[in-house]
């Protein structure tokens, strides 16, 4: 299974091009193998990305902006979703493969982590008082 980012090498958009590389940096940096097709200088890109996001994911005027990302012929998401998957710690997932030996997942959950921060609230106070 080969991951497909669907790109504009000449957007005039700063901010795309930073949402560009920011996929493809972090898909190197996991080593996941990777396809870029340019829908700027390749019509037969740009058609089969348009043809290829699902309706409810285009925006309001029906045309995607890229990063647009597949598994093969399976729409992933866009920029925000993968966004949303790297924060999450759920790429792999995201991009419908499985994760490598070793991956851990994240820990726990946002619950457990704010239990957490409050503990160590609470110590803090614990060691103020001692004072």
Same mark, same amino acid.
């Given at each position: 299974?080969?991951?497909?980012?669907?790109? /504009?090498?000449? !957007?005039?958009?700063? /901010? *795309?091009?930073?949402? &560009?590389?920011?996929?493809? @940096?972090?898909?190197? /940096?996991?080593?996941?193998?990777?396809?870029?097709?340019? *829908? /700027? !200088? =390749?019509?037969?890109?740009?058609?089969?990305?348009?043809?290829?996001?699902? @309706?409810?994911?285009?925006?309001? =005027?029906?045309?995607?902006?890229?990063? &647009?990302? +597949?598994?093969?012929? =399976?729409?992933? @998401?866009? %920029?925000?979703?993968?966004?949303?998957?790297?924060?999450?710690?759920?790429? %792999?997932? +995201?991009?419908?493969?499985?994760?490598?030996?070793? +991956?851990?997942?994240?820990?726990?959950?946002? &619950?457990?982590?704010?239990?957490?921060?409050?503990?160590?609230?609470?110590?803090?106070?614990?060691?103020?008082?001692?004072?």
């Amino acid at each position: 299974m080969v991951i497909k980012v669907f790109l /504009a090498s000449s !957007s005039g958009s700063t /901010a *795309i091009k930073k949402k &560009q590389q920011d996929v493809l @940096g972090f898909l190197e /940096a996991l080593k996941i193998e990777y396809a870029s097709l340019d *829908i /700027a !200088s =390749n019509e037969e890109n740009r058609m089969w990305m348009r043809e290829n996001v699902p @309706g409810d994911k285009k925006p309001s =005027n029906g045309i995607p902006l890229p990063p &647009q990302i +597949f598994n093969e012929e =399976n729409y992933c @998401g866009d %920029y925000d979703t993968f966004f949303d998957a790297k924060e999450d710690n759920v790429v %792999y997932e +995201f991009l419908g493969l499985t994760p490598p030996p070793g +991956f851990k997942k994240a820990a726990f959950s946002e &619950q457990e982590a704010q239990e957490g921060e409050d503990e160590d609230y609470d110590k803090e106070g614990e060691e103020g008082e001692e004072d």
